[in-house]
């Protein structure tokens, strides 16, 4: 299957709508003001719902001109405040919260009743305790080299963050994205995730070699989002780490983010001697250098892949906002392009709290420089594992 | 599916969140706020005698016209977000802009390079072509900002990790 960037733009934009009709829906029944943080098209990201922390869904089959599945998530608490916002009464709490995964699929699959100009049929609400592997296997969702539509929504001022995925089944999938010309082999994206994903799987065992705090990639996602939609991804609390821009103009950046905490945990491994707590220029010097072995790492898969070599900048340290951080980058990435193709990896200890995320965006020219030299062969051997898609 | 019938909808917010590249409008004690504004501007507007207020996060100096997302271009933002402040009920005349954001946090060359400050001269411009004075603001540095206006006060508070709270 061929997907074609324009529709995929165009979906994007629709299931942004969506999202806001669902969010709006959401502060109808509860009063409490609620915001779209990100709407994205994610390439096979199943396993991003299986999460260790424990969600809860509503889980809703719809049918018409694109028929398939969708899941809306809370954590725990984002449930307990909906009961209370409900005022539900005791014992009605599943069927409450029934009620509202109802009423919020309603307004997204509204709006794209109301892009193809059609009706769509949803079924009766489903309540899933619990988020996970068995539930995902249940729902028989398309695990592997299919576009998931990826929203989440917070709250102001209240523990009520959801998510919302959409799995539509390869038969719509196809009659939504390749009606356009400018076509991508969905194949190819999905060679290109397993390429990033080996190359945040070499820089988690970089920052185990260099620090001996043992990483591991915890989730991965290949999505494509609006520039504007970047800088959501990441919370507004302070991060430290660094910006590496590959290729000369440069064509592309690497963001290595560590939540505080963990930078100063990278630090007292690297350079005892540095002041952790104000990030002296010892510590900065070490963050830098952490930073541009993992960009080397995670770069070098790609190179090979295209035989070549990337070219990396010199790391920029960075000690703000995450969200500052990403919407500099974007700002200037947006000057040229609408969308991007954003990687992202977090990695995580297995012994100790640890935060590490990693975002890749390549420009548009290196994005397709890179589809480009994706080995033909290699491709068509993943096409057959991935069955029709 | 429409909201109007759905209870609650009737009661003002206590907070209006305004995402990249979008604006917000608010009355009295609603507070308008923006979150981790990097190279992005922020350019606040209000008219203090009739308690209205809006907020816009902007991206670019200039661009297409994108309606998904009203204030993706400085000029746009701001000339969108004048007629929604003004459509709110606040009076021409009496109209003031408080601008902040417009970082320098990355310095890298090539086709974005200075975005930060090309912003705040985008804004200078469009709010001077609008007749509409520049009556504080906080921008350039190397840092990130936050952001949170009251229209009743008029008050554009800044949080940085770089400067703290600082009110404009």
Known sequence: MNVDVESLGSFSRTAHEGAERAAGNLTGMTGIETAVDVTAVTLASAEALVRDDRRVGVVVDFEGEITGTSVLSFPPEGVETLLDALLAGDGLDESAVREVGNVVTSGFIDAWADRLETTIDIAPPRYVPDIGANSLDEMTLERDYGFVFRSRVSAVGEELDFSFHMFPDPDSMQAMLTDGGDEIPVEKLATLREMAQSGATTASESVSAMTGIETTVDISNLSFVPVEDVPAELTDRSHVGTVLGFGDEPQGYVLILFDEPSAREVVAALVPDADAETFDPMARSAIREIGNVMTSSFVDGWANVRDTTIEISTPQFVHDMGRAVADSVVARLGQRQAFAFVFDATLRADDRAFDCQIYALPDESELRAMLEDIDRGATAERTTKAGSL | ?168
């Open chain 2, 1 to 168: 599916m429409n909201t109007d019938g759905l209870p609650h909808s009737g009661d003002p917010p206590d907070r209006v969140r305004v995402g990249v590249a979008e604006f917000g409008v608010a009355t009295g004690e609603t507070r308008l706020t923006t979150s981790g504004l990097g190279s992005c501007v922020g350019v606040a507007l209000a008219d203090p005698d009739a308690d209205v207020a809006g907020l816009a996060h902007a991206m670019l100096p200039s661009g297409d016209d994108d309606r998904a997302r009203p204030a993706k271009s400085v000029p746009q933002g701001v000339e969108r977000l004048l007629a929604a402040v003004e459509s709110a009920g606040a009076d021409p005349d009496r109209i003031e802009a408080k601008i902040a954001g417009g970082s320098r946090m990355l310095d890298f060359s090539g086709v974005g390079e200075g975005v930060g400050d090309r912003n705040v001269a985008a804004a200078r411009e469009t709010l001077a072509e609008c007749g509409v004075p520049v009556v504080a603001e906080d921008v350039g540095g190397s840092h990130g900002r936050s952001l949170s206006v009251c229209p009743r006060t008029w008050t554009l508070t800044v949080t940085s990790a770089h400067d703290g709270e600082v009110e404009l």
